[in-house]
């Protein structure tokens, strides 16, 4: 109102109007700044995250955002999804290395901090654990849209290390899920992400880093039991039907990975007892007789000498053996020569070349050849691999 006097009376009223709007601004901040000093900052980050464009701002704020511990789980959740508005719009500005970069380093900082946020908001909530997946499946289809384009190296390496970002994030979730028993939204959004994005590629790249941690955690899992029998998918396994489905991809991943994790456990055993083999094989595996399975896949994946395999692998430390499945209403008999068929049916279709009839026939001789000391371990051994090899004869030959 200092120029009150000086203007033209005709002003006034503008005045007038532009000090009532000053007043109101300078209320309005005192109010907001009573509002915050009582606790309810919340509204003001919120809104202040919506509209964030700057991308050295989004750096700075998101890492301090992640970096706090006891964020109350409500404001956690609404962190998250302001998180991926501004995430969401920095793709939609195209494949611009600026933001590329930008959406590397958030994601580096949210994966960092992942300690600091509860399994419940990472896998339980809906938005959060699946809004994940996402990304990694779309960063893994980017890298595939400029692996072959060399006028967008720069491009396609921010895409392949912020793959490798993702894929660390959703390991630590996994090891996260299977020590604090989260398990049953784990395994159910990425049932439903795995048949959304049913691409073979994709798929071998996600199920490779799943089964990494998988094999080597689920032993000591509190929730191991519950796991297989509930949460784990059937179609993942591997039984004759899932391989021979031409639409089960996951079976087929699944036999892969574990033949990469279960040949080195074997030949090159550490312990005298594997006990993280023996529960992988007899869950994986469902439809076999865990006893006779245990001795395939030490006799396949044992180093042997080729003059000699069955000296070699009866020779060698057997560093895993499956108990009998315990079967409920069921005569065991029946059960017992079911398993024994379906077991010979598997080896047949994975391992042809290696139990073909005049191979099997082979290993027979050889193992009636041998000697060794009666009660020793080695003796025992050698019947044990004899009965079986009779057996997988019989089958061949009846078959």
């Known amino acids: 109102m200092v120029l009150w006097d000086i203007l033209p009376k005709v002003f006034h009223s503008l005045e007038i109007i532009l000090s009532t709007i000053g007043i109101a601004l300078v209320v309005k901040t005192i109010w907001n700044v009573y509002n915050w000093i009582k606790g309810h900052a919340f509204e003001f980050r919120f809104s202040y995250l919506e509209n964030l464009k700057n991308t050295d701002d989004m750096k700075i704020v998101w890492r301090s955002v992640w970096e ?6 409500r404001h956690e959740k609404q962190f998250f999804e302001k998180f991926t508005s501004n995430i969401e719009k920095l793709w939609k500005n195209g494949d611009k290395l600026r933001n590329l970069k930008t959406i590397l380093i958030v994601l580096n900082d949210f994966s960092l901090f ?30 595939e849209e400029y692996i072959d384009k060399d006028e967008k190296v720069l491009i396609w390496a921010e895409y392949d290390e912020a793959l490798r970002t993702l894929d660390l994030m959703l390991q630590e ?11 049953y939204s784990f395994f159910r959004h990425l049932n439903r992400h795995s048949n959304n994005y049913c691409n073979m590629e994709y798929l071998e790249h996600l199920f490779a880093n799943f089964y990494e941690i998988f094999f080597e955690c689920i032993t000591e899992s509190p929730e191991h039991h519950d796991i297989w029998e509930h949460y784990f998918p059937v179609h993942w396994k591997i039984t004759e039907s899932n391989l021979r489905d031409k639409n089960n991809v996951i079976s087929r991943i699944s036999w892969k990975e574990f033949q990469l994790w279960a040949r080195d456990r074997i030949s090159n055993p550490k312990e005298d007892f594997d006990s993280s083999l023996q529960e992988v094989s007899y869950n994986l595996f469902p439809d076999v007789n865990p006893l006779m399975w245990s ?26 053996e499956s108990s009998p499945r315990l079967r409920k209403d069921a005569d065991p008999a029946v059960v017992d020569n079911l398993e024994i068929i379906k077991t010979f049916k598997l080896t047949d279709l994975l391992f042809k070349q290696e139990f073909a009839k005049d191979k099997v026939e082979k290993y027979v001789e050889d193992l009636k050849e041998l000697r060794y000391e009666k009660n020793t371990l080695e003796e025992h051994q050698r019947w044990i691999l004899l009965d079986f090899f009779n057996k997988m004869l019989k089958f061949l030959v009846d078959n």
């Open 68 to 73: 706090t511990k006891n964020i109350n789980p």
């Open 114 to 143: 992942l300690k600091n946020r509860c399994t419940i908001f990472l896998v339980v909530w809906e938005e959060i654990f699946p809004k994940i997946l996402e990304w990694h499946f779309r960063t893994w289809k980017k890298i």
């Open 173 to 183: 979730i996994e090891k996260r899920v299977l020590r604090e028993r989260q398990s």
């Open 295 to 320: 001795k395939i896949l030490l006799f396949i994946f044992s180093t042997y000498d080729p003059t000699n395999r069955g000296r070699s692998i009866i020779e060698r430390r057997w560093n895993f």
